[in-house]
């Protein structure tokens, strides 16, 4: 499916995190789309909605009140239609254990949330392109693993 | 084994009585037959000597008469008569009792018929004789005559009477040829039998000898097992009971009393005078699981509370099982132990065991607060500082833009503190899974980690080969990679980095560093060719953020070396360092082989 | 019963072109990976019925002419990265002389449309054609850095670790065991 834009939705309960994601893709060069969700209820409703426009990449944070990222990984990793996007695990520090559980849980990517501005651009930017790119060139999406 | 024995001791004894009863039985009999041979021996002698004796006095009458006779022939005195006439009775009745005498020998009796004859014949010539004397004349040779015929029949008489002696004497010799070899077998027999019966009796004698003394023994073994047995239950403060599966009697020892608080054997022992003494709320519990007691072989220990007399509450536990005792009778034996000491002991235990969860909990909670909730705020204030450095620094006085660098310097400080101390605590033992690894593959793991610096630095890695241990995986990697690490980053300038890795197995006792015993273990040697330390300070080195350089020199917060000792002590292993000042630094570390 | 899948992408979009292409009814001819051509003039609306349909497969039809070249970069690149025989030039020199056309042009363009650079690109393919090596075959790192045409083992660890973030055994470890926990779960 093209489109001129990359939709991109990030569900993170933090208000600050919110601010620094939107304003990140803001000043990237990249033509995205940015949704917020404020928990995983919020994300799951917009994501089983059959009207809704699916993420290219969708960010999740895994420590959100009613539900929290790895429930609803896990919820739409056993959707089919849901199938291909790419979720990037969006979260502060975990240790090797929790994030390799990610992974195996069906996570492409996992982002430690960074404390330098400048550096959450280079990191989205990053995963964006790198998702366009198996997005566009047919890469067998399932070896899609990132860690930044 | 002993019973068994015992048992056929009795068989045999009352195979001994038996055999010793017909023995004597036997005795007895032969004794009386021989008795009653004497007897008919000697009642047939007398008869001998009897017949004999009237035959004499037959014929000692006979010669009366004849006596009596010739002196009247001689002297023509009628008082010479007087024998004459007497004999006739005389020897009338002695010739009735030779007869009874020998009535049952038809010999006799024929020769007696003879004898009648002859004596007849006697007395016929005698009374003739006489007649013819009493006449005025006679005739000398008819005296004669009659004489001669008279003596004849005298001599045929007493031939006759020696017939009969001799005949008698021949009967008499007969009848004792006849007991003569009973007489002679039957002492023969006697002695044999008593012999016999003696031999019997000594072996019975030594055997009951012996089995008394088994028994004695056994009496004295018993006694002392007893005695042991009930010291065993006083000391290990438990009693024993046993309940009879055939008279469904109960049985206490005393101790078992003792437990309850009692005096021994105070009650008469059974199930409802104990349950007397269990704690209302577990009465029903103990009934349950005594209603087993009569019908299973096993019963499976119980616990339950009993208050004592004194007011007591102790906690008891009874099990039990059926037990075949040598007579075939099925008992059923129990104990009874006083185990408060080991519940309140457990339940100690668990308190403790909970605390020390709820304090787990609390820094498990810790660790969340640490890495979550103050990182949170600490990544805003590097991020919004960073914004407004790139939005804003230009706007900044120089002061201004002089503490907002320091804030920067410091925040980045405090999070990689908060970042080490979140390591740190992470490395620990709980829920953490040993697995077996080979430490080949994590070295290659750390290495490929390093990978940028060991390319950055040309270093060269050697390694020999390591063990397949139970470890946790992610730590012992991260122990090569904590070590390796050091040794890249503390690497002597313009000097390629050598670092070997070697492993062998030694005993504890053989090694410097190791206490003395004969534990084994792998010991693996991280050592480079870097700047090494001072071996003063090889405790320091260790310990949580200490650090011998300045964070000018190098980079880091001296949690490396900390983490690495905590991830080998998890493994119940030891790490120790040596050091030469601008040299390098070896690493050793030791992990058990189990 | 479960089944696994393997993809051959070029094999599969050839086909479904070549189905729909003959339902459509028109002459044609597949020239390459990306590009066939009609050997008739073909009406606008059919045309476009033919994009329809192809867009359900996920095939777009690409208009651009910028966009028509790029993807030629990429299937050069591709082309380039899969096949064993190593180059004997720099891989810029290769594909300006490839496809005719100056290097600076080729990656202006190409950065354009794609968001990233020619040498990322290449990176990113090689990347992708180790991780197939290393689930799928049996060579260790030393065998796939040679085919892949790195210079050493630690520059192929060096690359992987860069664009993904993770060692290579590590990734090895996530794959299988995600594997074992989509068995586990299904």
Redesign the interface.
């Known amino acids: 499916?093209?489109t001129e834009y990359i939709n991109i939705c990030l569900a993170d309960d933090?208000q600050?995190d919110r601010l620094?994601f939107t304003?990140a893709f803001d000043e990237l060069?990249?033509k995205t789309k940015v949704s917020t969700f404020n928990d995983g209820v919020e994300l799951m409703n917009y994501l089983n909605d059959a009207d809704s426009v699916l993420p290219n990449v969708l960010f999740l944070d895994l420590?959100m009140p009613k539900k929290n990222g790895l429930e609803c990984l896990l919820e739409i990793k056993k959707n089919e239609n849901l199938n291909d996007i790419a979720i990037a695990i969006y979260s502060?520090?975990?240790?090797?254990?929790h994030i390799?559980e990610t992974?195996?849980?069906?996570a492409n990517i996992?982002i430690k949330?960074?404390?330098?501005?400048?550096t959450?651009k280079k990191i989205l930017a990053e995963v964006?392109?790198?998702n366009?790119?198996y997005h566009?060139?047919?890469?067998?999406k399932d070896?899609f693993?990132?860690?930044? | 084994m002993k019973d068994v024995q015992l048992r056929n001791s009795t068989i045999f004894l009352k195979i001994i009585f038996v055999i010793s009863a017909a023995v004597i039985f036997f005795i007895a009999g032969i004794t009386f037959k021989h008795i009653t041979v004497l007897k008919k021996s000697s009642k047939w002698v007398e008869q001998s000597h009897n017949v004999n004796m009237e035959l004499e006095r037959l014929i000692s009458y006979l010669k009366d008469a004849e006596t009596g006779q010739r002196g009247y022939i001689l002297t023509n005195d009628k008082s010479f008569l007087t024998p004459y006439t007497e004999s006739k009775t005389l020897i009338r009745d002695s010739y009735k009792k030779v007869s009874a005498l020998t009535e049952n020998s038809r010999t006799q009796q024929a020769n007696l018929k003879n004898l009648l004859f002859y004596i007849n014949k006697r007395q016929n010539y005698l009374s003739k004789t006489l007649y013819l004397t009493q006449q005025e004349n006679y005739d000398k040779k008819i005296l004669n005559n009659y004489l001669i015929i008279g003596k004849s029949a005298m001599d045929s008489v007493r031939t006759k009477i020696e017939n009969m002696m001799s005949t008698q004497q021949n009967l008499l010799q007969n009848r004792q040829e006849d007991y003569k070899s009973t007489m002679n077998y039957t002492p023969l027999l006697i002695y044999l039998t008593l012999l016999v019966t003696l031999v019997l009796i000594t072996i019975s004698f030594i055997k009951m000898n012996r089995d008394l003394v088994k028994l004695r023994k056994t009496i004295n073994t018993l006694s002392v097992a007893n005695e042991a047995s009930n010291l065993a239950e006083v000391v290990g403060g438990f009693g024993s009971w046993q309940y009879n599966l055939e008279t469904n009697e109960y049985n206490f020892s005393d101790n078992e009393y003792r437990l309850l608080g009692v005096k021994p054997q105070s009650f008469k022992p059974s199930l409802e005078e104990f349950l007397k003494f269990v704690h209302p709320d577990d009465i029903q519990y103990v009934i349950d699981n005594a209603k087993n007691i009569p019908t299973n072989s096993i019963l499976p220990p119980f616990t339950y509370r009993i208050i004592r007399k004194d007011g007591e509450i102790r906690y008891f536990r009874t099990l039990g099982r059926v037990v075949t005792i040598a007579s075939g009778e099925r008992t059923h034996i129990g104990t009874t132990s006083d185990v408060t000491e080991e519940v309140y002991a457990n339940k100690f235990i668990e308190d403790r065991n909970r605390e020390l969860e709820s304090n787990n909990k609390e820094l498990t909670a810790f660790n969340y607060i640490a890495s979550h909730d103050l990182q949170e705020p600490l990544r805003k204030i590097e991020t919004f500082l960073s914004r407004l450095v790139t939005k804003d620094y230009s706007n900044l006085s120089k002061s201004g833009q002089q503490y907002v660098t320091s804030i920067q310097s410091s925040a980045q400080r405090m999070r990689i503190l908060i970042e080490d101390l979140l390591q740190f605590s992470r490395t620990n033992k709980t829920e953490k899974v040993f697995e077996d690894a080979d430490l080949n593959s994590l070295l290659e793991n750390a290495k490929q980690e390093l990978t940028q610096i060991i390319e950055e630095k040309q270093a060269i890695i050697e390694s020999s080969e390591l063990p397949t241990l139970k470890v946790i995986p992610f730590q012992i990697q991260q122990l090569f990679i904590n070590l390796i690490g050091n040794s890249l980053k503390y690497s002597k300038e313009n000097r390629t980095p050598i670092i070997k890795i070697t492993c062998s197995k030694i005993v504890a006792n053989d090694d410097e560093f190791l206490p003395n015993n004969n534990m084994k273990y792998h010991k693996i040697i991280v050592e480079d060719n870097g700047i090494g330390f001072d071996q003063e300070y090889v405790k320091k080195i260790f310990i949580l953020f200490s650090r011998l350089h300045n964070k000018n020199e190098y980079e880091g917060t001296g949690i490396g070396l900390a983490i690495c000792k905590k991830i080998v002590e998890n493994h119940q292993g030891f790490i120790f360092a040596k050091g030469v000042l601008n040299q390098g630094a070896a690493f050793f570390i030791y992990l058990p082989i189990d | 019963m479960k089944v696994h899948l393997k993809y051959n992408y070029p094999q599969l979009t050839k086909k479904i072109i070549q189905d729909k292409l003959s339902e459509l009814g028109y002459k044609f001819k597949i020239i390459g990976f990306g590009e066939f051509v009609f050997l008739e003039k073909i009406p606008t609306e059919k045309m476009m019925e033919l994009t329809e349909q192809f867009q359900e497969y996920g095939i777009e039809v690409v208009e651009n002419q910028k966009s028509v070249l790029v993807q030629k970069i990429k299937d050069v690149i591709v082309e380039m990265v899969n096949s064993e025989i190593p180059l004997n030039v720099k891989s810029s020199v290769h594909i300006a002389e490839k496809l005719n056309l100056s290097y600076v042009h080729l990656s202006s363009i190409f950065s354009e449309v794609t968001y990233t650079s020619i040498e990322n690109y290449i990176i990113i393919q090689k990347i992708e054609l180790a991780k197939q090596l290393i689930i799928n075959t049996d060579m260790n790192l030393t065998e796939i850095s040679i085919q892949l045409n790195y210079s050493s083992v630690a520059h192929l660890s060096t690359q992987f670790k860069n664009n993904t973030g993770m060692t290579p055994s590590a990734f090895q470890r996530i794959i299988a065991k995600r594997k074992e926990f989509t068995n586990n779960n299904s």
């Open positions: 499916m093209t933090d600050d620094f304003d060069k990249i420590n502060t520090s975990s240790s090797e254990e390799e992974f195996i849980n069906g996992y949330k960074p404390s330098d501005f400048e959450l964006v392109t790198i366009w790119q566009t060139s047919g890469l067998n070896n693993l990132m860690r930044m």
